[in-house]
């Protein structure tokens, strides 16, 4: 089979771009032809359908950092709402591969729905895969700093989203933002998509919600390509956290659940808009053994998963199906995480973890103590959550559930 890999970024810069490489290199090794499509950056993969890619607007990976030039703001005004630029360009290389289908990762605000016109056009199914909630919320989150946990975009409001500035913490920018959503709404992009991949029951429930139908829905969850088998690990006395330092992620409740312990707590990441040197202030003159050690590649962190005692996911968000819940079963390591969204899916009270109440410090606080103070149990469900990974979501078992979809799909296409 011939496929388009869309992702507007064709570089690692998080999860969604790791099951974007990670898929492409199966795929590849079963014999199917992969074709990126994507944005130009200096970080880029060399690929020789770079002339197909779209120009950069900005080549900072974030749009918080970018320079807010009037190229930049027009560029990413027409891609956001919707782009000529990026239909013609898809559409010539449509015509120049004649795929036997589309997987989208991720396309909203930097490449543009106009794309999945362009597939229709050329009776090319489409098939996307969900890693947030851009269809049904402007900020892709269901988060906001004001109220916290927000659906009310998915319920039809108006006004929430420029009254609470979800999108950069500006009006103007949460108003552009609602303002595409709805173009697309009125647009019925949803509809035009032939089926979407879904790695949570928890986030399909939201989509049906939002009205796509069910028979479009599959339900695939991602998979850890672990490239050694069996590996070897250790489990030392401390705690890991892997992320983005960001609120909603629930560094302060994780801050304070281990400020005043002798545990030792360790966090990989960095924040975009200076956040963690709101927990370091939090900090200072109060007695923890908690180390910040900044960003690193993935290469890097793993000696940390195989060495850590078990790890924390203490998401205050709907976090779909985060991919270091399933790194860190793959290199055998229980994760204690919040009860709430998709994690309970993955993480099986006493069998792969512990989950603790929404931002309850005292029930987290005593899960970690569970953790630390019965190492041997804590090693068990560490060798459970890695037997886990190996049956229900290897690459193997990931690879199957998907062409079978493509396989449907593209019959049905035919004809």
Aim: a neutral charge; proline letters at 5%; charged letters at 25%.
């Amino acid at each position: 089979m011939k496929i388009v890999l869309v992702n507007y970024r064709y570089f690692i810069s998080g999860g969604p771009e790791r099951y974007y490489f990670n898929i492409k290199e199966i795929l590849e090794k079963n014999g199917h032809q992969v074709i990126p499509f994507s944005i130009k950056n200096s970080r880029n993969e060399e690929t020789p359908y770079d002339d197909f890619f779209l120009d950069v607007v900005d080549d900072e990976v974030y749009f918080a950092k970018s320079r807010k030039s009037l190229p930049v703001i027009l560029k990413s005004f027409t891609r956001m709402f919707y782009s000529f630029e990026a239909k013609d360009k898809f559409r010539a290389l449509l015509l120049q591969e004649k795929p036997d289908l589309v997987y989208i990762m991720q396309y909203h605000n930097k490449i543009s729905p106009s794309i999945i016109d362009a597939a229709r056009s050329l009776s090319v199914p489409v098939v996307h895969r969900i890693s947030d909630f851009q269809y049904m919320c402007p900020n892709a989150l269901f988060y906001n700093d004001v109220i916290g946990v927000c659906e009310d975009c998915l319920k039809g409001s108006w006004t929430s989203c420029i009254k609470y500035k979800c999108v950069l913490n500006s009006p103007v920018y949460s108003a552009l933002k609602f303002g595409a959503k709805k173009l697309h709404d009125m647009m019925k992009v949803k509809d035009k998509i032939d089926a979407f991949v879904v790695p949570s029951s928890f986030t399909l429930s939201k989509l049906k919600e939002y009205g796509i139908k069910e028979s479009k829905l599959n339900h695939i969850p991602t998979f850890f390509n672990l490239k050694e088998s069996d590996p070897q690990v250790e489990y030392s006395p401390f705690a890991l956290f892997v992320g983005r330092i960001e609120k909603q992620k629930g560094l302060l409740t994780l801050i304070k659940t281990f400020v005043g312990t002798d545990y030792n707590l360790k966090i990989i990441g960095f924040s975009n808009n200076g956040y963690e040197d709101e927990l370091k202030s939090y900090l200072e003159g109060k007695r923890h053994n908690i180390e910040f050690l900044g960003k690193m590649e993935f290469q890097q962190i793993v000696p940390y998963l195989k060495s850590c005692l078990f790890t924390v996911v203490p998401s205050e968000w709907y976090d779909n199906f985060p991919n270091v819940i399933l790194e860190s079963f793959a290199y055998k390591k229980a994760v204690v995480a919040t009860d709430f969204g998709s994690l309970p899916e993955l993480v099986k009270e006493g069998e792969t973890g512990y989950l603790f109440k929404y931002a309850d410090v005292e029930d987290f606080r005593q899960k970690v103590k569970l953790m630390f103070e019965n190492p041997q149990k804590t090693e068990q469900m560490g060798t459970n959550a890695y037997d886990k990974i190996s049956e229900e979501y290897s690459p193997s078992v990931h690879y199957e559930k998907l062409m079978a979809l493509f396989d449907n799909i593209s019959n049905e296409k035919n004809g």
